[in-house]
């Protein structure tokens, strides 16, 4: 049985951030945010390490969703919106911090997706690993006694 790391390639780092950006804003188009841990999954399947999966899952949704924002404030009413949620815990004047907020949040999704991601790829290569054991080869009783 191959390995999963066989199936998907260590890229690096680097491309596995893009990867999850790209992910990252296919899947915030559909309109569902906990995806996001869907996006960070990619940066475990593509890395090697821990630490690189969940900064390719936190970064990569990061920079995703402020590419979103960014978009958004410039063409819609993200700010008005923004400005509206936050007035409504008195802290008028602070929309940026909505955006900020959401960010972050985000970016641990993704971050948090991608250390599953690793840790599952993982355990399954190590318990598929384990599980195979060499065939060995078993003597007829009657061979056994006329050994004796």
Not at 85 to 105: A, D, P, Q
């Amino acid at each position: 049985m191959r390995r999963i790391d066989d199936i998907f390639p260590d890229l690096g780092f680097v491309p596995a951030l893009i990867i999850v950006i790209v992910i990252g804003i296919a899947l915030q188009l559909s309109g569902a945010w906990i995806t996001m841990l869907i996006a960070g999954v990619f940066g475990g399947l593509f890395t090697r390490r821990h630490r690189y999966a969940f900064l390719a899952g936190l970064l990569g949704v990061a920079i995703a969703w402020t590419g979103i924002f960014a978009y958004l404030a410039a063409t819609a009413q993200a700010m008005a919106i923004a400005e509206f949620f936050i007035g409504l815990l008195g802290l008028g004047g602070m929309g940026w911090l909505v955006i900020v907020i959401s960010v972050m949040l985000g970016a641990f999704l993704g971050g948090f997706g991608g250390l599953f991601g690793r840790s599952l790829v993982e355990f399954i290569d190590d318990f598929s690993s384990e599980t195979q054991v060499a065939p060995t080869q078993v003597k007829p009783v009657e061979e056994i006694e006329s050994e004796e």
